[in-house]
Structures are given as C-alpha cells and as structure tokens.
C-alpha cells in the first residue's frame, strides 16, 4: 500500500434526528476510480458533498495528502464535481461554461482558449463551442459539465450518479468515455451510483454505502466473491438466502442445518454465531448451483446436495432460469449455462438435487 | 388531455364566443377611450363626429402635463429599481433559507396585494404627517414601493424557484465565491424575472391612484392624480388624450414583457 492520498475520517452528518452518515471511513489512493455503491438514502450523496464542501459534518475530518479540508471553503478546495441533475450556466454557451473556471481564476485569455479546446477535445464535444445548452441532449450536457469540472486539473474529481438520467445505451457509452478520461488523465475519481452493472464496469474498488455507513470496500470481484455482510452479498450480483441452524463452528467454518435433516459441512462464516443452534442465512449464487436430476440430500464427495423441486423453467438466450422450491419449502433461483446438459429433460413438478460447493457459499448471522 | 378542443365540435364555438366576448368586454373601455381622445367633439360625443389630434396638441402644450407625467414616470422608475433590490434579497431568504415559518412570511410579504388601498393610503398618509413626507418625491416612492413590492416578491421568488441551486453549487465548486456565483450566474439565469418584476413594480406605481391622491400637494402630482384633478374641474377629451397615452405605455411594457419571455424560453 502507498501512503493514503485521500482520507475520510470517520464523518458523521445529522439533519436533525435523522442520520444521514453514521460513521463513514475510508482511504483513497492517488489515481483511483472509487466507487460508492448503495441504495437510496444510504448516505452516498451526503459524503460526496462533504468532500466537496456544499454540506458539513457533525463529526469526523477528511485530509488531502494529510491535511483536513474542512476548514477551506468549496470555491478554495480545487475539487470538480459533475452532479446528477444537470448544472450547465443556461445563460453561457459550453465553450464559455467550460472556461468559467479559468475565468474565475483570472487566467491569460491564451491559456483559457488552449484548454477550453483541449477538455473538448477530450470530452468528444469539439465544433459544439457556441451552442447553449439547451441546444444539447442530456449525455452532451454532461459532458461539458465533465469537461468544466477537469478543465482546472483538479486533484480530486466527484461525479454524482451522473449518467442517471441517460437512457442504457447512451450511459454505457458515456461510461467508456469516463474511462478513457480516467486513464489519460489520471485524476483521482470518486462515482455514486446504485447501478451495481456501472459501478463494477467502471471502478478500481467499490464501497457499498448501506445505511450510513460502508459495509464492506474492495474490487468488483472481491465483493463478489467474498462479500462479508449479507447486505453486500444480496447488493452485487443475485444471490439465494436459505434459513439455516449453526450445528458447529470453529475457525470461520460452519455446519448448518437447513430443513429437517439437511446437514452442510464447512461454509465460511461471518460474524460470531455465539453458542450452536443460532439463527443464520446460508448465500448461494444461482449460477454456482448445480442440478441433478435424481433427488438426494446424500454428500457427494464435498459438495452437499439440497432436494427439490422445479417449479418454472425459462430460457433467456445464454443462461437457462430456474425457479425451485427446497423440500421444506424455500425458493431457490438457479441459472444454468445455455447447454447444460441437466437442462435439457428438465419439467416443471420434478424433482431435483441442488449441488454445491459449502466453500463457495456463504454463511451471514 | 381530458379535454380536447379539436373533439368538442360545436361546443368549441361556445367557447370561441365566450373568449371573444370576454375581450371585447376587457378591451371596450379601452377603445372607448382612445376613440375620444381622437373624437372632434368637445362634450365626448360617442361615436365622435369627425377625427382630429387637437387634444394631444393641447396636452403636449401645457406644462402642467408633461410635468406630472414626468414626476409619474421618475416614480415609477425609482420604485422599480428599489422593488427588485429589495424584492431580490426576499426572494433569496424565502427560496433558500431554511428558517421556519417561511411560508408565512411569504404570505405576508403579499398582503399589500389584498388590503384595501385606501386603508393603506390613510395610514401612510397620517405616519407622513408626523415624518414631513407628504407631498414629497420620498413619500410617493416608499407608499409604492409598499404595493409593488408583492408583485416583486412573488415574480423573483418564481423565478428563483425555477433556478436549480445545484447550478449555483457548480459555480462555486468552479472557484467563484457565492457572491461571484450569485452575480455571474444565477442573477443571469433569473434575468427574466427580475425584468419582470421591474416592469411589473414601474406599472403598479405608474397607474396607482388612491395613494398618490393622498401622497399629492398642488405642486407635485402624478399622472393619474392629474388626470382625476382635472376631471373634477371640467370634462375635456385632454384627459382622454392622457389617458390613452397612460394606457400606451402600459401596454407597450407588457408587450415587451411577454417578448422577452418568449425570448428565454426558446
Ligand atoms: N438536507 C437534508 N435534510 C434532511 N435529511 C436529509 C437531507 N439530505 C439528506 N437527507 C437524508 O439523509 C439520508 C441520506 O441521503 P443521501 O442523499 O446522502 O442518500 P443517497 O445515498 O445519495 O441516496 P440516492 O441514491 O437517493 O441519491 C436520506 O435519508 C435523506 O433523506
Ligand atoms: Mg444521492
């Protein structure tokens, strides 16, 4: 680890009785594209307007290179921001919205028009100079707005769920151009999205934000693979919660009892189960179940087997779903590869055995 | 649309009458009027006998005349410029502050729309007495002021509201001060609206009456006040040829008004 560039130390912000951040904290290396990840109200918004300086915490500092920000005011701060609605100057063309900042700063008239050119240039936007930007759609608006916010090399550049108004095909476009500008410049990023497809397309590490606080950060696959909390777990990509019973556990391994009789051997675990026979949800993900068509609860080698039942098949082109019902009355979401060979004398009212590795699942108290 | 004009056959010919006679009805006192000013007739025959600019040549030749539509007109224009400035500031505090009882302020700040004016008139009328304004150019601007402030408070508020702060936070986040971001980009966002309001605070004040009576000395008259004087003393197609030329100019501001509108929104 190279020494921290941004740091997040533990803020809080109360509108009132309500906690809006709870205790955020968080690292942030030189060039990174960091993500915050989560649903709505969870505190994203608040923290990225704290770092820049719009809103204050109750408690808490963030430092840049080691030094708080909190006492130097937004305009001083030198941090970009690109906002979810759009915030071009009605009044300016873009070529003039681009400049402001170098206008504010009292820049040489030279200077000003040599970058204004090259943020358009890098934004794709170039012979668009003298519209306004009611003359843009909203994918180009907030690109000037992108340019505006790069166009005085801030350190630090914060971007607010800004692709949330663009249809699919125009966000994922604007995404690679975020990207690419990411790479040629090599500014540091912090993105709010609750689009965990953006933020895993997009990020260096994502910090899943839930209720006011970061549950877990880490890379799109480590989230994936290794979520810690259920929430992250049910939060990026699908995922299957069984209720189950801790029979035993000892060094982050669990047995769980799931139905009657249904004995899983050696899931990793997170949180302390206290004393056996505690509450838990085992986590599964549909595409790491595999399907037998003769019913058994018998281990198979080391991986464990729940009987079932298939209640709907439907075929969505490269993955097969299939919507299960465990012995004892849980749904289960399975999605098999196109080809798969127990796909094929499949029938809705059969029964089935659901396969899996226990060191791929998860177990979450 | 639940209602659609194209659909409703020969209702919408209901409609199309009703509209027209609606116009003809706001409109007749104005026709009216401008006809006489031009009429030949000295006793305000209707339809006038044969036309002539004989009462304008009399109106522009008195003095008198000119002099209270200038006082009229330099009122009206101090009124406006102190009716957006202040109109301004409380639009600001209502749209962006975050203090209680805002709405109520707000509400407040239009009861001038409501009051009976003669009330308000003989209130400020018996404070000038004690202060010495009456009969002066101060007491005729702030007894204004007090019935074109709501219509300033009302327009720049609307305005503000329809200007996203988030537009303002991005100037700021640019490196202009909040002053700066104020000055360079939400004043020109709003620009509309304060000429709105401008124009809309110059014309309460340009054709206000009942205060002005009060507010009045023989040496100082507004416009209406000289047209409502001269009334009472004899009946002359001069205070037609006034009146129309009061009426002109309010209609060419509001004409203005609505092309700037126009202007923004395209
Ligand atoms: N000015 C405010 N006054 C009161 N409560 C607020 C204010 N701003 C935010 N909150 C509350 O703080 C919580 C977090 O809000 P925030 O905007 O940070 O969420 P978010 O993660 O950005 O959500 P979204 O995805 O909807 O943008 C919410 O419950 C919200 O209602
Ligand atoms: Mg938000």
Redesign the interface.
């Known amino acids: 680890m190279t020494e921290p560039y941004l740091e997040i130390d533990g803020i809080r912000r109360e509108f009132g009785p309500v906690v809006a951040v709870e205790a955020v904290r968080l690292t942030i290396q030189r060039g990174e594209f960091m993500t915050f990840l989560g649903p709505s109200g969870s505190g994203k918004s608040t923290t990225l307007y704290i770092l820049a300086g719009l809103d204050v915490p109750t408690a808490g500092d963030i430092r840049l290179e080691g030094r708080s920000l909190l006492s130097t005011p937004p305009q001083h701060r030198q941090i970009g921001m690109v906002f979810q609605r759009y915030t071009l100057f009605p009044h300016l063309t873009v070529a003039e919205n681009v400049a402001f900042p170098l206008v504010v700063r009292r820049r040489p008239r030279a200077e000003i028009d040599a970058k204004v050119k090259a943020m358009l240039r890098l934004v794709r936007l170039e012979g668009f100079e003298d519209r306004k930007p009611a003359q843009m759609s909203g994918g180009q608006q907030q690109r000037v707005a992108l340019a505006r916010a790069l166009v005085y090399d801030p350190p630090v550049l914060l971007m607010d769920e800004p692709l949330s108004a663009l249809d699919k095909k125009l966000r994922e476009e604007i995404q690679f151009e975020i990207r690419r500008i990411h790479q040629e410049t090599g500014v540091t990023i912090l993105y709010v999205t609750h689009d965990q497809e953006e933020a895993l397309r997009l990020s260096d590490r994502i910090a899943v934000f839930s209720k006011g606080v970061i549950d877990q950060v880490g890379t799109g696959e480590e989230l994936y693979a290794h979520p810690t909390t259920r929430f992250v777990a049910g939060f990026i990509g699908d995922s299957d919660f069984l209720t189950a019973t801790v029979t035993a556990a000892e060094k982050g391994r669990a047995d769980l009892k799931l139905g009657d009789d249904v004995i899983v051997r050696g899931v990793p675990i997170h949180g302390d189960p206290g004393r056996p026979g505690a509450k838990a949800s085992l986590m599964l993900r549909p595409e790491r179940i595999d399907v037998a068509t003769a019913p058994s609860s018998a281990v198979d080698g080391d991986r464990a087997a729940l009987p079932a039942t298939v209640e709907d098949i439907t075929f969505l082109g490269a993955s097969i779903h299939l919507a299960a019902r465990t012995a004892w009355g849980e749904a289960v979401a399975v999605r098999l590869p196109y080809g798969h060979p127990a796909a094929a004398g499949l029938a809705r009212g059969q029964s089935i055995g659901l396969g899996f590795e226990p060191a791929a699942a998860h177990c979450f108290l | 649309m639940l209602l659609q004009f194209d659909r409703l056959g020969w209702w919408r010919w209901v409609l199309v009458g009703i509209t027209g006679l609606t116009v003809v009805y706001l409109l007749m006192p104005i026709l009216f009027i401008a006809a006489l000013s031009f009429g030949a007739s000295q006793w305000l025959i209707f339809p006038p006998p044969a036309w002539t600019t004989r009462w304008y040549g009399e109106l522009f030749a008195d003095p008198r005349w000119l002099e209270s539509a200038w006082v009229s007109f330099v009122i009206a224009c101090v009124v406006a410029v102190l009716s957006v400035v202040i109109g301004l500031a409380a639009a600001y505090g209502l749209v962006r502050g975050t203090f209680r009882g805002r709405e109520a302020l707000k509400a407040f700040f239009l009861t001038p729309m409501i009051l009976p004016v003669v009330i308000l008139a003989v209130a400020l009328y018996a404070l000038f007495l004690r202060v010495g304004l009456n009969g002066t150019t101060t007491g005729f601007v702030i007894a204004h002021l007090v019935v074109a402030l709501p219509f300033a408070v009302l327009t720049i508020t609307s305005a503000l509201e329809g200007f996203?702060k988030?537009?303002e936070?991005?100037?700021?986040?640019?490196?202009?001060?909040?002053l700066?971001a104020v000055v360079?980009?939400t004043l020109?966002?709003i620009?509309h609206g304060l000429f709105s309001a401008a124009v809309f605070s110059f014309l309460a004040s340009w054709d206000e009456v009942v205060l002005a009576i009060f507010m009045a000395s023989p040496t100082l008259q507004t416009l209406p006040v000289k047209i409502w004087a001269t009334l009472r003393q004899d009946l002359t197609p001069v205070i037609a040829a006034a009146s129309t030329l009061l009426i002109g100019l309010t209609i060419l501001l509001m004409l203005l008004v609505a092309v700037i509108r126009r202007g923004t929104r395209s």
């Open positions: 996203d988030a537009i936070d991005a100037a700021i986040l640019c490196g202009a001060s909040p700066e360079r980009v020109p966002g620009a």
